[in-house]
C-alpha cells in the first residue's frame, strides 16, 4: 500500500495539488516534495496502527505466557528460548566465523566473475 501511496502523492505534487507551504512570515517555505514525504510518513504510521491490532490476533500473546500449560494451538515458548535466541543472533564468534570466511581469498575467487564473461564462451546460446 506504501508504494501505491507513494505513487499518488507523487502525482499529486506534480499536479499541483500538494503545493508547497509558507511560514506566517513568509521567510520560510517548505517545498511540496517535503510536504508529500510528511503526508507518506503520517499515512505509515496511521497504517501501522492497524497493523499492530492486526499483529495483537495474528500473534496472541498466550503463545509466549509461561502458565507452564501447554497450547495446541502452538508451540510453548518460554522467555529462556527467546533470549538465548536473541543472544545468538549478537554471538562475537560466529560474526567473527561469518566475516572470515567472507573475506577469504579462496571464497573471494570463488564469488568474482570474470567482466567477459569467459566461463559462458563454447555453450549455446539461448
Not at 549478537?90 to 567477459?116: E, G, K, L, V
Request: proline letters at 5%; hydrophobic letters at 35%.
Amino acid at each position: 500500500l506504501s508504494f501505491w501511496q507513494g505513487v499518488f502523492l507523487a502525482i499529486s505534487e506534480k499536479a499541483g495539488i500538494i503545493s508547497p507551504l509558507q511560514s506566517d512570515d513568509g521567510t520560510t517555505q517548505t517545498e511540496a516534495g517535503t510536504v508529500s514525504a510528511g503526508y507518506q510518513n503520517f499515512l505509515i504510521c496511521i497504517e501501522m496502527f492497524f497493523a499492530a491490532i492486526a499483529m495483537k490476533y495474528a500473534f496472541p500473546i498466550s503463545t509466549y505466557m509461561t502458565d507452564g500449560a501447554n497450547h495446541s494451538s502452538g508451540r510453548n515458548v518460554t522467555m529462556q528460548s527467546i533470549s538465548s535466541t536473541l543472544r545468538e543472533t549478537m554471538n562475537p564468534r560466529d560474526i567473527m566465523t561469518d566475516a572470515i570466511h567472507n573475506f577469504h581469498p579462496q571464497y573471494q575467487q570463488y564469488t568474482q566473475y570474470s567482466s567477459d564473461n569467459k566461463r559462458f564462451q563454447g555453450q549455446p546460446q539461448p
